[in-house]
């Protein structure tokens, strides 16, 4: 099944438009946990047991697996979810982006060695960066569009020909680099008129939208700007907020009543 | 010593603004080699003993490793440069680029699980991305400016407020992300006329120029339009034009061939 289409059937049998980032620190990981080995394996391994009912996605941000030399945990979180959420995909956050022959190794390290179902990409080098990862056809490809951090404005909002650095990256997306129908967007919560504008552009595209929660964006902006009917097209991202919630012993049931009450308040803007 | 003295006094030692791809790719390698358990090792250890005399940097693009499931090669590769060719930095190829504390993790990697001197930084989603790793004020941060892919126009090239976002992200390291003194342009050699104007607006800045040798890149035009005087402020780099120059147990031999033929190609074109 494809991508989107994974996700759609996640989200219709959780009813959740919840993505869980599966960001693990050792600074803020409980105490119980800190001691393994393998202690970002189980850390995660404890919040999807948790989680896995209320959410269409997760999302393991590379960065934080790779600069602790954890690889082999990221392979197995990826793993464990395949077997133990069945149905429930997840997209490896890697904001990858370089030319042809080198954005297929960065494809291949995605998609098979680590066996994610999607991938975000950085469209700064045009779509030599992106066609390797998007001729993955049933792999979803997630384009950075409209970003959440606050500097995100530096070159993302440069206006040229009447529209902003991110609005051309989303006709690109749009009109010419969804040939397989696997691309989607990245539209950070905190710019809510951004989103509306981008939505309205690309009814149909999926959107993956980060920063709600720790970083300050609201829900409701963003069911309110970014929803369409069904399910599917809208993955709300919380890491910190999810998986953080508590640090005790107690932390996973904390990350599902987090998890629980995000899936609610979004379901309840969308009434 | 800050990466770009490094890169000056190499270069200077060793008469040479080049800087060696080190790309491995399993299916190019001698077959002397490819038997070996650690072939992507070897092979970089060959190539370094035989160029190190010739070069001012070397440059590793992190996806080949990535890709292969070869990390610790890479590591070690770094480790060996280190220890058998002192005084030639290296340059991670990573082309990263995330939010703040997630960037703070891929300059960790980079940086200290990898040892890299320099690093390679994607700048699409502005100063947050770029800052944690502009903060290793010794490191060397090298922001994707014009890229030498044929697509690289499709951002890049967008006019906004009379300059070409490329020339936005110019400014912007010149002006305002350069406060240690660390931050260098990527600019392709397929791209001889825009080197030229961002020469002219940067002449003080470093510029690593990949796109000569398979990429077609004129070594001729970019010494014309991108050198000035003194060394350590241009960085040609050659990948698979130097690295994969032979195929026979003589491989070694060759890459020396071909990394001096393009030292004193460059050098004469100076002259």
């Given at each position: 099944m494809k991508f989107f289409e994974q996700v759609a059937a996640a989200a219709t049998r959780n009813c959740s438009m919840v993505c869980v980032g599966l960001d693990p620190d050792m600074g803020k990981l409980p105490e119980a946990v800190k001691a393994s080995g393998k202690a970002f394996f189980d850390f995660n391994k404890a919040i999807v047991d948790a989680t896995k009912g209320l959410v269409c996605c997760y999302k393991p941000q590379a960065a934080f697996y790779a600069g602790a030399d954890r690889d082999g945990e990221l392979r197995d979180t990826i793993s464990y979810i395949h077997e133990n959420a069945p149905g429930?995909?997840?997209?490896?956050?890697?904001?990858?982006?370089?030319?042809?022959?080198?954005?297929?190794?960065?494809?291949?390290?995605?998609?098979?060695?680590?066996?994610?179902?999607?991938?975000?990409?950085?469209?700064?080098?045009?779509?030599?960066?992106?066609?390797?990862?998007?001729?993955?056809d049933e792999k979803g490809v997630i384009i950075l569009c409209r970003t959440s951090n606050p500097h995100s404005g530096d070159l993302q909002n440069l206006v040229s020909g009447g529209k902003a650095l991110y609005e051309h990256v989303a006709e690109l997306v749009r009109d010419q680099w969804n040939w397989n129908g696997n691309a989607a967007l990245v539209v950070g919560a905190t710019y809510p008129a951004e989103l509306a504008k981008?939505?309205?552009?690309?009814?149909?595209?999926?959107?993956?939208?980060?920063?709600?929660?720790?970083?300050?964006?609201?829900?409701?902006?963003?069911v309110k700007n970014g929803a369409t009917p069904g399910w599917g097209n809208l993955m709300i991202n919380s890491s910190r907020g999810i998986i953080f919630a508590g640090s005790g012993d107690d932390f996973a049931e904390a990350a599902s009543r987090a998890a629980r009450k995000l899936r609610d308040e979004i379901n309840s803007c969308r009434a």
């Amino acid at each position: 099944m494809k991508f989107f289409e994974q996700v759609a059937a996640a989200a219709t049998r959780n009813c959740s438009m919840v993505c869980v980032g599966l960001d693990p620190d050792m600074g803020k990981l409980p105490e119980a946990v800190k001691a393994s080995g393998k202690a970002f394996f189980d850390f995660n391994k404890a919040i999807v047991d948790a989680t896995k009912g209320l959410v269409c996605c997760y999302k393991p941000q590379a960065a934080f697996y790779a600069g602790a030399d954890r690889d082999g945990e990221l392979r197995d979180t990826i793993s464990y979810i395949h077997e133990n959420a069945p149905g429930v995909p997840v997209i490896l956050d890697v904001k990858r982006g370089d030319i042809g022959s080198t954005a297929a190794q960065y494809a291949k390290e995605a998609f098979e060695r680590y066996g994610a179902d999607a991938v975000t990409v950085n469209p700064y080098m045009g779509l030599d960066a992106v066609k390797p990862f998007l001729d993955y056809d049933e792999k979803g490809v997630i384009i950075l569009c409209r970003t959440s951090n606050p500097h995100s404005g530096d070159l993302q909002n440069l206006v040229s020909g009447g529209k902003a650095l991110y609005e051309h990256v989303a006709e690109l997306v749009r009109d010419q680099w969804n040939w397989n129908g696997n691309a989607a967007l990245v539209v950070g919560a905190t710019y809510p008129a951004e989103l509306a504008k981008l939505r309205k552009m690309c009814p149909e595209l999926p959107f993956l939208v980060p920063g709600v929660g720790a970083q300050g964006g609201s829900v409701s902006e963003v069911v309110k700007n970014g929803a369409t009917p069904g399910w599917g097209n809208l993955m709300i991202n919380s890491s910190r907020g999810i998986i953080f919630a508590g640090s005790g012993d107690d932390f996973a049931e904390a990350a599902s009543r987090a998890a629980r009450k995000l899936r609610d308040e979004i379901n309840s803007c969308r009434a």
